[in-house]
Protein backbone atom coordinates (compact mmCIF):
# COMPACT_ATOMS: atom_id res chain seq x y z
CA UNK A 1 0.00 0.00 0.00
CA UNK A 2 1.25 3.01 -1.02
CA UNK A 3 1.39 5.81 2.07
CA UNK A 4 2.61 9.06 2.80
CA UNK A 5 2.19 10.06 6.54
CA UNK A 6 3.29 13.54 8.22
CA UNK A 7 4.08 14.14 11.76
CA UNK A 8 5.47 16.56 13.81
CA UNK A 9 2.67 19.05 14.11
CA UNK A 10 1.69 21.13 17.10
CA UNK A 11 1.76 23.98 18.78
CA UNK A 12 4.38 26.49 18.36
CA UNK A 13 5.11 29.97 19.79
CA UNK A 14 5.77 33.11 17.28
CA UNK A 15 9.34 33.07 15.94
CA UNK A 16 9.86 29.58 17.08
CA UNK A 17 10.62 26.73 14.67
CA UNK A 18 9.38 23.63 14.23
CA UNK A 19 10.55 20.35 11.70
CA UNK A 20 7.78 18.13 9.77
CA UNK A 21 8.25 14.69 8.99
CA UNK A 22 6.52 12.58 5.91
CA UNK A 23 7.13 8.75 6.08
CA UNK A 24 7.05 7.17 2.98
CA UNK A 25 5.72 3.35 2.65
CA UNK A 26 5.09 1.10 -0.44
CA UNK A 27 7.57 2.91 -2.63
CA UNK A 28 11.07 4.45 -2.90
CA UNK A 29 11.26 8.29 -2.59
CA UNK A 30 14.35 8.51 -3.67
CA UNK A 31 13.19 8.92 -7.84
CA UNK A 32 10.37 11.46 -7.10
CA UNK A 33 9.73 14.71 -7.06
CA UNK A 34 8.37 15.94 -3.21
CA UNK A 35 5.53 18.81 -2.45
CA UNK A 36 4.96 20.59 0.90
CA UNK A 37 1.09 22.23 1.09
CA UNK A 38 -1.03 23.77 3.51
CA UNK A 39 -4.06 24.87 4.21
CA UNK A 40 -5.26 27.43 7.02
CA UNK A 41 -8.66 27.04 8.55
CA UNK A 42 -11.57 28.81 5.60
CA UNK A 43 -8.34 29.44 3.43
CA UNK A 44 -7.81 27.49 0.10
CA UNK A 45 -4.87 25.15 -0.37
CA UNK A 46 -1.38 26.85 -0.45
CA UNK A 47 2.22 25.54 -2.10
CA UNK A 48 4.75 25.17 0.02
CA UNK A 49 7.45 24.37 -1.68
CA UNK A 50 8.76 21.17 -4.45
CA UNK A 51 11.90 19.40 -4.03
CA UNK A 52 13.14 17.65 -7.58
CA UNK A 53 14.28 14.16 -7.56
CA UNK A 54 16.61 14.48 -10.45
CA UNK A 55 18.82 17.16 -9.37
CA UNK A 56 17.62 18.23 -6.00
CA UNK A 57 16.62 21.37 -7.04
CA UNK A 58 13.85 23.27 -5.04
CA UNK A 59 11.03 25.85 -5.52
CA UNK A 60 9.55 28.17 -2.30
CA UNK A 61 6.80 30.72 -2.35
CA UNK A 62 8.05 33.73 -2.51
CA UNK A 63 6.62 34.75 1.31
CA UNK A 64 8.01 31.29 2.86
CA UNK A 65 11.83 32.05 1.23
CA UNK A 66 14.43 31.96 3.76
CA UNK A 67 12.03 30.51 6.64
CA UNK A 68 11.19 27.18 5.01
CA UNK A 69 13.48 24.49 3.53
CA UNK A 70 12.46 20.94 1.97
CA UNK A 71 15.35 18.31 2.59
CA UNK A 72 14.77 14.45 2.23
CA UNK A 73 16.57 11.36 3.80
CA UNK A 74 16.08 8.73 1.05
CA UNK A 75 17.72 5.96 2.91
CA UNK A 76 15.00 6.46 5.64
CA UNK A 77 12.57 7.20 2.90
CA UNK A 78 11.53 10.21 4.33
CA UNK A 79 11.03 13.98 3.90
CA UNK A 80 11.13 17.18 5.98
CA UNK A 81 10.25 20.41 6.65
CA UNK A 82 12.26 22.65 8.47
CA UNK A 83 9.98 25.72 9.44
CA UNK A 84 11.62 28.82 11.42
CA UNK A 85 10.88 31.93 12.62
CA UNK A 86 7.17 30.87 12.75
CA UNK A 87 4.61 33.25 12.36
CA UNK A 88 0.56 33.15 13.24
CA UNK A 89 -0.39 33.07 9.50
CA UNK A 90 1.66 29.77 9.37
CA UNK A 91 -0.89 28.37 11.25
CA UNK A 92 -2.55 25.14 8.93
CA UNK A 93 -2.29 21.69 8.58
CA UNK A 94 0.75 21.09 6.43
CA UNK A 95 0.64 17.81 3.84
CA UNK A 96 3.63 16.52 1.74
CA UNK A 97 3.20 14.80 -1.39
CA UNK A 98 4.77 12.91 -3.85
CA UNK A 99 4.64 12.37 -7.34
CA UNK A 100 4.02 8.64 -9.26
CA UNK A 101 5.92 9.72 -12.43
CA UNK A 102 9.77 8.82 -12.03
CA UNK A 103 12.42 11.73 -12.24
CA UNK A 104 10.05 14.19 -13.44
CA UNK A 105 10.82 17.76 -13.35
CA UNK A 106 9.00 20.82 -11.76
CA UNK A 107 9.55 24.51 -11.93
CA UNK A 108 7.84 25.64 -9.17
CA UNK A 109 6.89 25.51 -5.96
CA UNK A 110 3.16 24.40 -6.09
CA UNK A 111 4.03 21.02 -7.81
CA UNK A 112 1.93 19.80 -5.17
CA UNK A 113 -1.30 20.37 -7.75
CA UNK A 114 0.35 17.60 -9.83
CA UNK A 115 1.49 15.29 -7.34
CA UNK A 116 -0.88 12.25 -6.85
CA UNK A 117 0.54 10.65 -3.72
CA UNK A 118 -0.68 12.67 -0.86
CA UNK A 119 -0.65 12.22 3.13
CA UNK A 120 -2.96 12.93 5.39
CA UNK A 121 -1.76 16.28 7.18
CA UNK A 122 -0.74 17.66 10.52
CA UNK A 123 -1.99 20.45 12.16
CA UNK A 124 0.03 23.18 12.76
CA UNK A 125 -0.48 25.85 15.02
CA UNK A 126 1.34 29.37 15.98
CA UNK A 127 0.30 30.87 18.55
CA UNK A 128 1.44 32.34 22.04
Do not use: H
Not at 21 to 32: K, M, Q, R
Not at 57 to 63: E, F, I, Q, V, W
Not at 99 to 127: A, F, H, I, M
Amino acid sequence: QLQLVESGGGLVQPGGSLRLSCAASGFNLDVYAIGWFRQAPGKEREGVGCENANDGSTYYADSLKGRFTISRDNAKNMVYLQMDSLKPEDTAVYYCAADSKPLYYYNGYDCYRYLERWGQGTLVTVSS
